[in-house]
């Protein structure tokens, strides 16, 4: 298994412009989750899902756009980038049943600098 | 809300020390606690987990014991390596798997291990 993969690793773009973080999970897992890391500061939830088709918002989800078409991947879209969206973003999914407390499989992250 | 409050790094021990991080946290319902851990350019990796009080959650010689009268999940390991150098996060959640609100992050602890 690769576990959860994120592309691109890095990436710089200019205020305005837009992107799409690629996140895809081999594991089967129902629930699939993006945060976004900034220096000195843990991780803050921008936006998750509970399955195919089905997605909400989290801490921090102004700017950023989801979608959930299949069980395995997880893009996330910035439509107007800003330099307030420089950060490195995480991918993250984990498999939830009833009454179950299961870990969350971290992809490696992508840097992304808005300048 | 929910909230995790951890120790203000770097953390500087020389190999061979004993370790304690501090983490203490605000949850509204009966929280999961977990221990992340980000070596450098990678991803979170769980580290460890505890979901009820006084359970103790272990792994690679590190412990840390949940403590619900006093809302404590201490990270503590009785000899560091140069190995363990990384950043560390204390995080919660209230809901099975994470769950569909994701994970509350502290801001993490970067301990450096000097040979």
């Known amino acids: 298994n690769a576990g959860v993969t994120q592309t691109p690793k890095f990436r710089i773009l200019k205020i305005g412009q837009s992107m799409t973080l690629q996140c895809t999970q081999d594991?089967?897992?129902?629930?699939m989750y993006w945060y976004r890391q900034d220096p000195g500061m843990g991780l803050k939830l921008i936006y998750y899902?509970?399955?195919?088709?089905?997605?909400d918002k989290g801490e921090v989800p102004n700017g950023y756009n989801v979608s959930r078409s299949t069980t395995e991947d997880f893009p996330l879209r910035l439509e107007l980038a800003a330099p307030s969206q420089t950060s490195v973003y995480f991918c993250?999914?984990?498999?939830?049943?009833?009454?179950?407390?299961?870990?969350?499989?971290f992809g490696p992250g992508t840097r992304l600098t808005v300048l | 809300g929910n909230s995790v409050t951890q120790m203000e790094g770097p953390v500087t021990l020389s190999e061979e020390a004993f370790l304690t991080i501090n983490c203490t946290y605000t949850a509204t319902g009966y929280p999961s606690l977990f221990w992340y851990v980000q070596y450098p350019g990678e991803g979170l990796q769980l580290l460890l987990k505890a979901t009820k009080a006084d359970d103790k959650g272990s792994n690679k010689g590190f412990e840390a014991t949940y403590r619900k009268e006093t809302t404590s999940f201490h990270l503590e390991k009785g000899s560091v390596q140069v190995s363990d150098s990384a950043v560390y996060f204390c995080a919660l959640s209230d809901t099975p798997g994470g769950g569909a609100d994701g994970l509350t992050f502290g801001k993490g602890t970067h301990l450096i291990i000097q040979p």
């Open positions: 594991m089967n897992h129902n629930y």
């Open positions: 899902s509970v399955g195919a088709g089905i997605t």
């Open positions: 993250a999914s984990s498999y939830s049943a009833s009454g179950s407390v299961n870990e969350q499989f």
